[in-house]
């Protein structure tokens, strides 16, 4: 029988259970795990447009499950992880994606100061600018390192990395190599509260030949001035960074840089000659052979009951990918931290940025002061422009806490949002979207075990106080009740409901409709176990995990999730 | 040990910048004399405003290829429901047959070329524009193993079309053959949302797939053919009122079913009162 890739993983898994039968019987090792799944039934709901997806149409169910299982002794760690996906719309929300295999394997062990990781590696250089390989479930990225990572402590404040392999692709892996390596220390002054943390790190990437023929033929189309004549298959990105810590004071500053490399921009105007008619057409889109950069900075004070942070984030031409034609949030090498408020609030998280790799200038301001065990405020203010200045995001939030012994808890403020819909969902036609948005969280401790939380929030698009007269889909509003009955059950109903509708871009005749979205949900948690269902009517809409975010259609249908670890 | 830590740097950076590459130099536009053509199914929509740009670009590379590629603008109920005033609606039962059996894409301009996995991984094949012009020269670079011949009788008058699709198995060929036969119309002015230009009231759409002679999914000529086998299938319909037959194209496509593949070995067009 041949070894294929799949049997041979198999293999290296009967090992580590037999490895674990044997060590078991001696008492020795830990065993531990996690199951993470996701079962959604669709629904077809035509009005509020969750429809024409093959899972709305005929599939009717889809899911997800993910059960890491990991074991270690003797020295070593072992993991491997089994990934389901049965007609699940997690890849590309308007598609069914079914396969299932062995999702991450690896081994780990230390020799001296040796440590050697061969597998599915997820890990990050700085602060992922130049290279960071993770996973986030939520929108199905999944950037491990497939390859070999080794590690080295030179001193015990002074570690080397080096690491090489491909990236996962789903179950199979991207063509182009990376390898990269990196130095982190920790240097400490004598005899005062002062410490730097220095790295620096190296990362390249080889464009595989097939990628690279097909980039060649797009190219040999492109006439003056658009005409490009050489490529080169590798390109590095380098990164120098910095913690300082000072007492109550941090900084952290990073620079990185990337040499000349092949990337699309999806933003740039292209003219396209018709030989036949002659007419001209302009087309969005073209390779651009640029090299890049990013400056990120980050100074926080925490003093008693007062904190501050100013973070300010310079980005150039830094679409670091495993080859140009990867788009959103595939095929990523990088990551670039966003610089904005991650809101919570399901109308305040509404309107969400996604980082721009191609060009952003930004600053975030975070303030928070705690008079008292009581009482706390907190203000947020962030600032996103393109390089030419031009307005993408600036979003203004402001909070207050007001505790009252252990039987109420009021949180309360204000939200004011610029969003750039045109960048950001690729809306054309559009304004800037400018949103006013009140919120209000009630926490009620009944008794010692009930609870009661009433959430509520008012958006108001285009109030007019920049003139802006984008309203996307209208006015909201959003109220969710939530009764915890410790410590088994959370039963939560909410409605999110757009009072004043409207949507932009109605052809004539066509009005916008006033539609409830609706969301019952029940939550059981057993001791590791935890069982949710809910009902859920959702509009269209931004969805961010960790920073990255997609513009993900309307859901309507039931959604249930078993989470379990051991 | 600050020495070490110095020299590791300098390694490091050396290591990774000192080696020179040969640069990939990019050729002019490709000039092909082949035999084969190769099929492009654009997926688009009258409301969807990034497809313009694709048209637009698959127009360019229809300059290029001249008559070894084939084109056909698929309009589906993703992006496809008419504007108020709209006078056709391009989408059809066959069109959304074909979208479910090649799967709808993620992101739009998307098409798929000559139905083929470039990736080899999971059998997506929708792919978007900038990968078009790569796949068509990878396809048309292939050999030619089944020859597509049209011949075709139609009656301006009766509006009867009688269609005999006929060819050869250049070599051995396993796997289910399927013959599909479109119809599709050119130059029909009606409105598309456009992100350049906005709402255009009279948009020239081009290539609209109108329906097909076959199932939509093909019908099976035959599993595996020998070299030097031929094949020979004649169908016939009555092109309706509305549609200007002057502007309308017969396309003829023979595709392999292997497994998960649904690869078109060829594809041949014709107008039909040319």
Redesign the interface.
């Known amino acids: 029988m041949l070894l294929t890739k799949r049997n041979g993983l198999l293999l290296i898994l009967f090992t580590l259970i037999y490895t674990l039968g044997f060590s078991q019987s001696n008492n020795q090792g830990t065993f531990s795990g996690s199951l993470e799944s996701n079962g959604n039934f669709f629904q077809e709901d035509s009005l509020i447009e969750a429809f024409n997806t093959p899972q709305y149409d005929r599939q009717l169910f889809g899911s997800e499950v993910w059960l890491d299982l990991k074991y270690s002794n003797f020295g070593f760690d072992f993991g491997v992880r089994f990934d389901f996906f049965n007609n699940s719309n997690l890849l590309q929300p308007n598609e069914s994606y079914t396969d299932q295999g062995i999702g991450r394997w690896y081994v780990n062990k230390k020799v001296n100061k040796l440590g050697i990781t061969a597998g599915y590696i997820y890990d990050q250089i700085g602060s992922g600018i130049i290279f960071r390989a993770f996973e986030e479930r939520p929108l199905l990225i999944d950037n491990a390192l497939e390859g070999l990572k080794l590690t080295y402590d030179i001193t015990p404040d002074w570690k080397v990395k080096v690491l090489t392999g491909r990236q996962k692709n789903l179950f199979d892996t991207y063509a182009s190599v990376i390898k990269g390596a990196s130095i982190d220390g920790y240097v400490k002054i004598d005899s005062s509260s002062v410490s730097f943390a220095p790295g620096f790190g190296v990362m390249s990437k080889t464009v595989d030949d097939e990628n690279m023929g097909l980039l060649l033929t797009s190219l040999s189309f492109y006439q003056d001035p658009y005409r490009i004549d050489s490529v080169n298959y590798n390109s590095y990105a380098f990164s120098f960074y910095n913690t300082l810590t000072a007492g109550p004071f941090t900084w952290y500053v990073e620079g990185a840089y990337k040499t000349n490399e092949l990337f699309w921009d999806p933003f740039f105007r292209r003219t396209i000659i018709d030989e036949a008619t002659g007419l001209e057409t302009s087309v969005p889109g073209k390779f651009i052979l640029e090299d890049g950069n990013v400056i990120y900075t980050s100074i926080g004070y925490a003093g008693h009951g007062f904190g501050i942070s100013l973070e300010g984030k310079r980005t150039e031409n830094f679409s670091f990918r495993l080859d140009p034609f990867e788009r959103t949030n595939r095929g990523a090498i990088n990551f670039l931290p966003p610089m904005t408020r991650v809101n919570t609030y399901r109308l305040n998280a509404r309107y969400s940025p996604a980082t721009q790799e191609l060009g952003e200038k930004a600053v975030q301001l975070d303030v928070r002061y705690s008079p008292s065990r009581k009482l706390g405020f907190l203000v947020n203010f962030s600032n996103i422009t393109n390089l030419d200045n031009d307005l993408l995001y600036r979003e203004l939030y402001t909070e207050v806490t007001y505790k009252y012994k252990r039987k109420w808890q009021l949180i309360s403020g204000i939200q004011w949002q610029n969003y750039n819909q045109n960048i950001y969902e690729g809306k054309t036609g559009v304004d800037i979207l400018e949103t006013i948005t009140p919120y209000a969280e009630f926490l009620y401790k009944i008794s010692r075990k009930k609870s009661a939380r009433f959430e509520f929030q008012y958006m108001l698009t285009a109030p007019g106080l920049s003139g802006y007269e984008n309203r996307d889909f209208g006015d909201w509003i959003f109220a969710q009740l939530e009764i915890g009955l410790a410590p088994h059950w959370i039963i939560t109903a909410s409605d999110m409901y757009n009072v004043d509708p409207y949507k932009s871009n109605l052809p004539e005749g066509e009005t916008a409709k006033d539609i409830h979205y609706p969301t019952v949900g029940v939550v059981y948690t057993y001791r590791s176990n935890r069982f949710e269902v809910k009902y859920v009517k959702q509009v269209e809409g931004i969805v961010c995990a960790g920073g990255i975010c997609r513009l993900e259609p309307a859901f309507s249908g039931v959604r249930m999730s078993v989470r379990s670890t051991f | ?1 600050k020495k ?2 110095f020299l ?2 300098i390694v ?2 050396v290591a ?2 000192s080696c020179k ?1 040969n ?8 000039v092909v004399d082949t035999a084969r053509k190769v099929m492009v199914e654009e997926f688009t929509g009258v409301r969807c ?2 497809c ?2 694709g048209s ?2 698959l ?3 229809l ?2 290829f001249g008559e070894n590629l084939v084109v056909v603008s698929i309009h589906t ?2 992006f496809g429901s008419p ?3 709209s006078n056709h609606d391009f989408r059809t039962q066959e069109a959304e047959e074909i979208a ?1 059996h090649l ?2 894409p ?2 739009y301009p998307s098409a798929v070329v000559n139905r083929k996995d ?1 990736d080899g ?2 059998y997506f094949l929708q792919s ?4 078009w ?3 068509i ?2 396809e048309l670079e292939e050999d030619l193993k089944l020859t597509v011949n049209i011949t075709k009788e139609y009656d301006p008058v009766t509006r009867d079309l009688e269609v005999r699709v006929s060819g050869i198995a250049e070599e051995n060929i396993t796997g289910d053959l399927k013959l599909t036969i479109m119809v599709t119309e050119n130059n029909i002015v009606d409105p598309q ?1 456009d ?2 230009n ?2 255009i009231q009279d948009y020239n759409h081009k290539h609209v797939f109108r329906t097909t002679m076959t199932e939509p999914k093909g019908d099976l000529i035959q599993t595996g053919m020998a070299e030097g086998e031929s094949y020979d299938k004649t169908y016939s319909m009555s092109i309706p009122d509305g549609w200007k037959s002057a502007d309308c194209e017969v396309i003829a496509f023979v595709n392999l079913i292997d497994g998960q593949k649904k690869e078109i070995l060829q594809v041949e067009s014709t107008y039909l009162e040319e």
């Open positions: 040990m070490l830590i590791f740097v490091l950076a990774f910048y590459e640069m990939a130099v990019v050729p002019d536009a490709p405003v990034g313009p740009s637009a670009e127009q360019a590379l300059d290029q109920s993703d504007f108020p005033t479910d799967g709808r993620a992101a470039f991984g999971a978007a524009k900038e990968l012009s790569g796949h020269l990878q949302d992100e350049v906005g709402f």
